[in-house]
């Protein structure tokens, strides 16, 4: 596996995740769009790097935890050391519920990865 390392006092680089469950035409455009935005802000008010491709969110109706691609994107990102930060507006659209919080809070721990809310 090819871990990036970072250097005390060089800019994190962050991926952003944003999650809706209502369907509306607006798309990214709305909700989702919003969460991005307010990541986004932080990461700049915090000096984050944030890639274009580490901006991501998943839009998904219904309760069901499964098909979450953009999650799954996330995830590998992380397996893969492109991040030392996840920028979320809050924990509720990271995960659906309290299970699943702790095995994604437990996957980013061991990969050294913190998670950050946007406080919104």
Known sequence: MNRRRYH????????????SSHLKPQGVTGALGEQLDRCVAYCLEHGYIVPQDQRLASLQA???????????????AI???????????????LARDRAQGVLLFEEFKAAG???TTTGS
Do not use: F, H, N, T
């Open 113 to 115: 990865v913190s998670i």
């Open 62 to 76: 219904g309760s069901a935890a499964s098909d979450r691609p953009a999650l799954a994107r996330l995830l590998e």
């Open 8 to 19: 005390p006092g060089a800019p994190k680089r962050a991926a952003l995740y944003a999650r």
């Open 79 to 93: 397996r893969q050391g492109g991040a030392a930060v996840v920028v979320v507006s809050g924990l509720d659209r």
